[in-house]
């Protein structure tokens, strides 16, 4: 009887939990540079060092609007250590507990101006006084006017229409800053939308930083591109001095390797590349087509740099019985690929997993309450698919894991994961296709219940990525030394000629009129990987190698 609800009594919202991972942090090995670089607590961005903050005092909150109508909550960070200064408030849905983080600075002794000063003033630029949505008192939020030479970081949002004080916040000084854009959506409504920020430019030479702040919208319910707000940027000329040595990618990665679950019915398997080499794969080169040749272990003999232009590629063995062995992949060999590099001018860490699968199964199709065997559409030979850690160099906490999906992917924070293990996260493998999901179930791509069937489940075949792995590129270490298969730009299978518009109108020709229709319009707008027509190139030549995930 405790946990029953009071006449009138609310439903808790999540916001008012805090998450936590599963286990505490270890104690990560040492830093190379003497208690001021990873997981120390403080990033000099040159003139301006950082911390990130995740204690907060909840200011304001509103309880109807945003995702899932949950409302959203308002909160300034605090305690604030000494020397330290605010730059920003935090906000965040209600829909999930309560995990984030703003920076706050310190000035460090430029040489030049201070690298914080406070606001000259404060605008009022929305107030929930007319609001008739549920709320925790009234809320206003208000835009620091920078003084000269600066930039506003962050808005500040109180409970009182008293202007808050100007020793509230702190400025940027403009070259300590970058321009920035708007994320997800955090709030809306009453003719306002309040949207995270993220540094414009993203990527491992990208000096853009995030500061957790948020930025505002009035009017109209479409995403923005920019911002008037700024993000911090690191200039400093190290930007790896706050990155991870190799005994703390190491820890890392055993804290934090994620588990693959395999459908039950999955026949395609990962496999290592050198089993791959070694079991008979062979390199074929246009106008050489006859003469394959086999493959040295490591990939010494593959031609190395060039561009995807069809000269080279590989394939199965031409033995019927070696052909279906590699096809099937062997899980026992099976290791993870890692690429770790700066993100957010060196203060989160990306370690992007990357597994490699022999072969990629035919696709089915969901057709409302149909499903389709799609032939030979969507099979390929080398599959190359990735998970990719997003790590605080603050403090070694796991922020996020983006879940590669074919083409694309999505992001997903620590508090929609499933850990196992401790603080494993449990990632899904979809069937024949291999796109990784956060949980198990049906995914259909495509739209109106017409699509690709991704399926995945918990079965007793599973991978742990920790197992076996191999760091194949940290650039920003400078000890890494890459393997040559890394470095060949070509496909790891051969390109399929076939009439994909032929073999779409034979599978739908049993369809009905509008459903046929809608058929051909989804399959003919998917991408090349998913239908299957050409082997895809390595990890190195992928856009997510130098730049940012795609989502």
């Not at 076939?498 to 009129?513: N, S, T």
Request: charged share 20%; with cysteine.
């Amino acid at each position: 009887m405790g946990n029953l609800l009071s006449l009138g009594e609310t439903k808790a919202m999540p916001i008012e939990t805090t998450f936590n991972l599963p286990l505490p942090l270890p104690s990560w090995p040492q830093s190379d540079t003497n208690g001021t670089g990873f997981g120390s607590g403080r990033i000099n961005l040159g003139g301006l060092e950082v911390r990130q903050i995740s204690t907060f005092n909840k200011i304001w909150a509103i309880q109807e609007g945003g995702p899932d109508n949950r409302g959203a909550s308002f909160f300034e960070p605090s305690p604030i250590p000494r020397g330290y200064f605010s730059l920003g408030s935090y906000c965040q849905p209600n829909n999930q507990p309560l995990y984030g983080w703003v920076l706050v600075g310190k000035d460090v002794g430029c040489i030049k101006s201070p690298s914080l000063a406070i606001p000259v003033d404060y605008k009022l630029i929305w107030s929930s006084e007319n609001s008739n949505l549920k709320q925790d008192g009234v809320g206003y939020i208000w835009s620091p006017v920078p003084p000269e030479g600066y930039n506003a970081i962050g808005n500040i949002v109180t409970n009182s229409r008293d202007k808050p004080g100007l020793d509230k916040i702190r400025c940027v000084r403009s070259d300590l800053t970058d321009s920035c854009e708007h994320a997800s959506i955090v709030w809306g409504g009453d003719g306002i939308n309040v949207y995270n920020l993220r540094p414009t430019s993203r990527g491992p030479q990208a000096l853009g930083v995030s500061v957790g702040t948020f930025t505002t919208e009035m009017g109209g319910t479409s995403t923005p591109s920019s911002s008037t707000m700024s993000c911090l940027k690191n200039s400093d000329s190290n930007l790896s001095s706050c990155m991870p040595n190799q005994n703390q990618i190491q820890t890392l990665f055993q804290t934090y390797s994620p588990l693959v679950y395999f459908h039950p019915d999955e026949p395609y398997l990962p496999s290592s590349v050198s089993w791959y080499f070694n079991n008979g794969v062979l390199l074929h080169d246009r106008g050489n087509e006859s003469n394959p040749v086999p493959i040295d272990s490591n990939g010494m003999n593959l031609p190395q740099g060039g561009s995807s232009d069809g000269l080279y590629w590989l394939d199965l063995p031409s033995d019927k019985g070696s052909k279906e062995k590699v096809k099937k992949g062997d899980l026992q060999s099976s290791e993870t690929y890692l690429q770790v590099k700066p993100m957010f001018g060196g203060t989160y860490t990306d370690i992007a997993i990357w597994v490699f699968y022999p072969f990629n199964g035919p696709a089915r199709a969901k057709i409302k309450f149909i499903n389709v065997n799609l032939g030979r559409i969507g099979e390929h030979v080398g599959d190359w698919e990735h998970l990719t850690l997003r790590i605080s160099n603050f403090s070694g906490e796991l922020h996020s894991v983006y879940f590669s999906e074919h083409s694309k992917g999505i992001w997903v924070n620590s508090p929609e994961l499933e850990f196992q293990d401790g603080n494993k996260p449990v990632a899904y493998s979809s069937l024949h296709g291999h796109a990784f999901y956060p949980k198990p179930g049906l995914v259909v791509q495509g739209n109106g219940g017409i699509g690709i069937r991704n399926d995945t489940a918990k079965s007793k075949t599973v991978m742990n990525t920790g197992e076996r792995y191999e760091i194949v590129s940290a650039e920003y270490l400078g000890t890494i030394v890459e393997p040559p298969w890394l470095n060949y730009a070509r496909e790891w299978g051969p390109k399929i000629e076939y009439d994909i518009a032929r073999e779409l109108k034979g599978i739908g020709r049993f369809l009905p009129g509008k459903l046929k229709d809608a058929f051909y319009r989804i399959m003919k707008g998917l991408p090349n990987e998913v239908l299957g027509q050409e082997g895809p190139t390595g990890p190195k030549m992928k856009s997510s190698w130098n730049g940012e995930e795609r989502v």
